[in-house]
């Protein structure tokens, strides 16, 4: 089942926005395998932004990361890489969809509040990243079979 890398950044932890983050993954219907609370070294955050580095904002963008927790997830179900990068909307808050993540709460691209895997393999280069694998939980809810 496809998997997908979602992290409240510390503007999300910051704004109490960490259950409302996880009430929408979850009443969707995707399945929590990965779950943490964690500073982030400057060194995952690097690396985790690795394809931003020549980009002016990656010293701020790595400096803001670092600056205060982060809660680090997984989610899997079908289609949920895709899916997640719609919960959670248009980088820059002002212009993205009312009804996402970023549409309801953001208003700064800087402090978008979260981040989602853009692709397939990237949600696997970052899983990797930032979980290992006995951090993830492989498990079937009960309610599947009402999705599927
Ligand atoms: P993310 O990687 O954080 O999920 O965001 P994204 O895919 O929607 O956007 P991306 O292009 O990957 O940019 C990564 C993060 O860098 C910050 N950013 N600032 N012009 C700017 O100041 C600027 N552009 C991007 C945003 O916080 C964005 O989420
Ligand atoms: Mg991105």
């Known amino acids: 089942m496809e998997?997908?890398?979602?992290?409240?950044?510390?503007?999300?932890?910051?704004r109490n926005l960490v259950g409302e983050v996880i009430r929408r993954f979850e009443s969707k219907g995707f399945?929590?395998?990965?779950?943490?609370?964690?500073?982030?070294?400057?060194?995952?955050?690097?690396?985790?932004?690795?394809v931003h580095r020549e980009r002016p904002f990656f010293a701020g963008l790595v400096e803001f990361i670092t600056s205060s927790p982060v809660v680090a997830t997984v989610w899997e179900?079908?289609?949920?890489?895709?899916?997640?990068?719609?919960?959670?909307?248009?980088?820059?808050?002002?212009?993205?969809?009312?009804?996402?993540i970023r549409g309801d709460y953001g208003v700064s691209i800087g402090r978008n509040l979260i981040h989602g895997s853009d692709a397939i393999e990237t949600a696997q280069r970052e899983i990797s990243?930032?979980?290992?694998d006995e951090e993830l939980v492989s498990w079937k809810p009960s309610l599947t079979s009402w999705l599927y």
């Open 3 to 14: 998997r997908t890398f979602v992290m409240v950044k510390p503007d999300g932890v910051q």
């Open 31 to 50: 399945t929590l395998v990965g779950l943490k609370l964690m500073s982030v070294s400057r060194e995952l955050a690097e690396q985790h932004y690795d």
């Open 77 to 100: 179900g079908e289609g949920v890489v895709a899916s997640a990068r719609k919960i959670i909307g248009a980088t820059n808050p002002l212009t993205a969809e009312l009804g996402t």
């Open 129 to 132: 990243l930032w979980f290992k």
